[in-house]
């Protein structure tokens, strides 16, 4: 007999490099390597006029997954290359991998209308470290064209925000330490006391209050890191090609086969998600019920991800004849929502882990079908962090309306695919060769 996915033998030993049966599907521990090439929604980070290089050493929970050993990460850093002039680079600035100097010209040069610059020359001057300084119009013009984010500079306004900040954190410190001066020796112990009690909370316990909730343009040198890191995760372990085989189908082509190629779209998934602290904190038990929950109807925007916004040509003439055309209509209605998203990838990975912690998502056709979690109170409290999270992300993207029209698109179209799911379900469950899938696949439909 075949294992499910409740055999929770080997969940912490998962493998990322390759494809796993049931048997294995929580075995082998992640090793992620950094890659040195990344999506191009990356978000740079300036801390006091110096860069921070983007990696999951940024974060130390996240740094759990690296290999610990520094010679190797200082020869990563040194074979840096800059992508416009080739010069050595320390990290990534502007969301591509650059040299201080290119870094600072950029700054200086990207809001300048291009029109008014010209080239002395054919307008595609080569552009080294010996030749950067001789054409101002190629080396602007090859910033752009490796996609370098003028949007991520920081304008005039936001820097005196940053600054009034600063300057109001560094008052309430002063302002703090002269009331305990001026307070009894047994009352300035007490309150010392307090501070620290809080301060501790605020490090055990990362969960935002409501009042963060609120129309916030600025995302915090922490949130970019959280982002990077969420970012770095996902693309370590996705292969674009995981929704290939698709395209080698024909008229003869199964359903059967269909949900059995799908366990690869599903594998990497899991991989990702084992790449997150959070989840990674949770007992297996509650591992396998948020997955045997939810996957149903967060895979579609995993899908969407791999295949990059893009249409799948050949899947809706097979989805006609497997369930019905209007089933697929309504998938691909749902799926297009989404691709107002096509220059915010992070966004969806975001949602990926905000919508993984839900309890009892899934709009099952088994009624009965219900999930007892060891925890319920930290799923939830992980779920608002990353909803707080998702919630900032968007209006550092947005004006406040437009984050929460992007909110509710969000949402609503992650119900409409609880419905239509509800109908696959059905088709499967109707299937006569249900007993044919693999068990991943069982587990998830909750067949077994």
């Known amino acids: 007999m075949m294992t499910t996915i409740s055999n929770n033998e080997h969940w912490n030993n998962i493998s990322v490099n390759q494809s796993f049966d049931i048997d294995d599907l929580f075995s082998s521990s992640f090793n992620f390597i950094h890659q040195n090439e990344y999506d191009n929604d990356f978000i740079s980070i300036k801390?006091?006029?110096?860069?921070?290089?983007?990696?999951?050493?940024?974060?130390?929970?996240y740094s759990q997954i690296l290999p610990n050993n520094n010679s190797i990460q200082e020869s990563q850093l040194l074979n840096?290359?800059?992508?416009?002039?080739?010069?050595?680079?320390?990290?990534?600035n502007f969301d591509q991998i650059t040299c201080n100097?290119?870094?600072?010209?950029?700054?200086?040069?990207?809001?300048?209308?291009?029109?008014?610059?010209?080239?002395?020359?054919?307008?595609?001057?080569?552009?080294?470290?010996?030749?950067?300084?001789?054409?101002?119009?190629?080396?602007l013009k090859k910033c752009f064209d490796i996609k370098m984010r003028k949007d991520w500079i920081r304008t005039d306004e936001e820097k005196q925000i940053r600054q009034f900040i600063k300057l109001t954190k560094e008052q309430k410190k002063i302002n703090d330490q002269q009331s305990l001066i001026n307070l009894p020796l047994i009352a300035r112990k007490k309150k010392r006391l307090m501070i620290k009690l809080k301060s501790q909370e605020l490090i055990v316990k990362p969960i935002y209050?409501?009042?963060?909730?609120?129309?916030?343009?600025?995302?915090?040198?922490?949130?970019?890191?959280l982002l990077n890191n969420i970012n770095n995760a996902y693309e370590s372990v996705v292969d674009k090609n995981d929704c290939s085989f698709i395209n080698k189908y024909t008229s003869s082509t199964s359903f059967t086969q269909f949900i059995n190629d799908e366990r690869i779209v599903?594998?990497?998934?899991?991989?990702?998600?084992?790449?997150?602290?959070?989840?990674?904190?949770?007992?297996?038990?509650?591992?396998?019920?948020?997955?045997k929950s939810n996957f149903i109807n967060i895979i579609h925007l995993h899908r969407i991800l791999i295949e990059n916004f893009q249409d799948c040509p050949n899947i809706g003439k097979h989805m006609s004849k497997w369930i019905d055309k209007d089933f697929h209509n309504q998938m691909a209605r749902t799926r297009q929502y989404f691709y107002r998203f096509i220059n915010y990838p992070i966004l969806l990975k975001l949602t990926l882990i905000v919508f993984i912690f839900s309890i009892n998502l899934s709009a099952s056709c088994n009624n009965n079908q219900t999930?007892?979690?060891?925890?319920?109170?930290?799923?939830?409290?992980?779920?608002?962090?990353?909803?707080?999270?998702l919630w900032r992300y968007l209006n550092y993207l947005f004006n406040e309306k437009q984050a929460i029209r992007a909110m509710e698109t969000i949402v609503t179209q992650i119900l409409r695919y609880q419905l239509l799911m509800v109908i696959m379900e059905n088709s499967i469950r109707q299937s006569p060769d249900c007993n044919q899938f693999h068990s991943?696949?069982?587990s998830i439909f909750g067949l077994n």
């Open 266 to 291: 599903h594998e990497t998934l899991i991989k990702f998600l084992k790449l997150i602290p959070e989840f990674k904190q949770l007992d297996i038990h509650d591992q396998i019920l948020l997955i």
């Open 440 to 442: 991943l696949m069982q």
């Open 371 to 389: 999930y007892d979690y060891n925890n319920k109170r930290i799923l939830y409290e992980f779920q608002n962090y990353y909803i707080t999270i």
């Open 47 to 61: 801390n006091d006029n110096k860069e921070i290089v983007l990696s999951f050493e940024n974060n130390q929970e």
């Open 101 to 139: 100097s290119c870094k600072a010209f950029f700054r200086r040069n990207a809001l300048r209308d291009m029109s008014k610059l010209q080239c002395r020359f054919s307008g595609s001057c080569i552009i080294d470290i010996y030749t950067r300084r001789q054409c101002t119009y190629c080396r």
């Open 209 to 225: 209050k409501m009042s963060h909730f609120g129309c916030n343009h600025i995302l915090h040198d922490d949130d970019r890191i």
């Open 80 to 92: 840096l290359e800059c992508r416009v002039c080739g010069a050595s680079a320390q990290g990534y």
